[in-house]
Nanobody, 125 residues
Framework: QVQVVESGGGLVQAGGSLRLSCTAS????????MGWFRQAPGKEREGLAC????????YYADSVKGRFTISRDNAKNTLYLQMNSLKPEDTAMYYC??????????????????WGQGTQVTVSS
């Protein structure tokens, strides 16, 4: 049974930092593209960042480039998202997801088949 569990969300003031973690089990973590997404109320799910199996290739959406850093520890089956210089517009539910299907570098939510329940990030002004 595949389980994807996010943690590390919370309430932070604008300009602050948070580090999200995502632990996956029941799947081949170290051979899989992983991604972080977010969804704010009334908005579509947004792909923020993804990282290839080895960590050698990453992608960031323009909205978070230079502020967020994605990383992974394959020995711990864990994905991270370091978020710095947080803004009120970063407020959303944040999700971790594992790529399923053919190999390929993508941030399209439709290409990720395993999702966590999400962790809430709220940034106050």
């Amino acid at each position: 049974q595949v389980q994807v569990v996010e943690s590390g969300g919370g309430l932070v003031q604008a300009g602050g930092s948070l580090r999200l973690s995502c632990t996956a089990s029941g799947l081949t973590f170290d051979g899989r593209l992983m991604g972080w997404f977010r969804q704010a109320p009334g908005k579509e799910r947004e792909g923020l960042a993804c990282i290839n199996w080895s960590g050698s290739r990453t992608y960031y959406a323009d909205s978070v480039k230079g502020r967020f850093t994605i990383s992974r520890d394959n020995a711990k089956n864990t994905l991270y998202l370091q978020m710095n210089s947080l803004k009120p517009e970063d407020t959303a539910m944040y999700y971790c997801a594992a790529r399923t299907g053919p190999m390929g570098f993508t941030i399209n939510p439709a290409d990720f088949g395993y999702w966590g329940q999400g962790t809430q990030v709220t940034v106050s002004s």
